[in-house]
């Protein structure tokens, strides 16, 4: 019997597919609980007080054996592979090139959930012309959603690469696209400080493309939208209906599910951390004193309130001296700046690597 057989099975025997008399079907099980008035035992009255909620042994007993199910259904972490550490370099052409090929900076390109490589290329192509090396890396959906721990495991592996074409030794800056993006440099910069050769990282400056983000809040609208970015984002990497579904049904189990009983219960809820560490905290915290950074943002981005980047983020960044630029463009949507403000975008990102100031712009349509 397999491990989704097992389940369906528990909650069979549980009684939960007939609750109300209404039965639950494998598709609607993706989606537990999404009609409260299903299940009345939802939060504890003492995290909630001023509100009554109703609990019956019935409705309690068949959420503690979801909780059960679900706590004992995850599966082992596949092992990295050599398509998870796939990475595209591109070299600038040789009349662009001022430095020797050892000294000539490298630019790490981390894409955001779904993009392409086709994608990174447009932004590539701005360091290209500038003289230098791009590296492109996309994370695999899994490790985005949830196999987060692996992330410092899989960049050291990326690392070796690099290291292969004599890539580490050189001035290094780093773009972020999304948190997506940062949760590679994050992997990235404990990878290194594992690996004791954090030293060997040159790092020049670091771009923030959309980012970073405030953490994410666990509630049903909230969870049936990651289950659905999770599915096309699995379609995107083409594996296959079935795959896909069932990437966002063990992402649903192994994640979703077992955040939203802790937040109900008031417990603290953990997405996507590595050491403890939400990404976009990592980046919100971001600060070496020799390391300045550029933060794009726009006024009209969805993922990212601007209210939120510029009290949470760049006031922080301020009052711990870091050293950084910061544009706010107008009405461009989550890291669509570079396409509705193609030549501002390019003129900042060309100019953050050859000087960089405490300031923030904005630009007008």
Known sequence: MTVNQKIFSSLKKSKVFSLNKHPITRTALAFPLLEKSRFSCLPDSSVYPGRNFTTTRYESAALKKLDKVASHAHEEVPAITDEDTKMFIDEPASHLVSKT????????????????????????????????????????????????DQIPELMSKVMDQMGQHGLLDRPMYIHCLSDTGVMCYQGLDIASKQRSTMRRLNIQGVVWDSCPGPYPEVTLSRISAFLIVNWLCCMKDKLGVVQSFHSSYRLLLDRGWPNLLRRWQGKPVTLNMMNGIWCGHFGRD????????????????????????????????????????????????????????????????????????????????
């Open 101 to 148: 090929s050892s000294t000539n900076p490298v630019v790490l390109l981390f894409g955001w959930a779904g993009a392409s490589h086709k994608n990174l290329h447009k932004y590539s192509s701005i360091y290209l012309e500038a003289g230098f090396t791009t590296v492109q890396f996309i994370l695999s959906t899994r490790h985005i959603f949830r196999d987060t």
């Open 286 to 365: 971001h600060h070496h004193p020799l390391v300045p950074e550029l933060l794009l943002y726009s006024n009209k981005d969805f993922y990212l309130p601007y209210k939120y980047l510029e009290k949470e983020v760049l006031a922080v960044k301020e009052e711990n001296g870091v050293n950084f630029t910061a544009m706010k463009f107008d009405g461009s949507p989550h890291v669509a700046h570079l396409k509705y403000h193609k030549k501002k975008y390019e003129s900042k990102v060309r100019a953050f690597v050859d000087g960089n100031v405490n300031t923030v712009e904005e630009t007008e349509e």
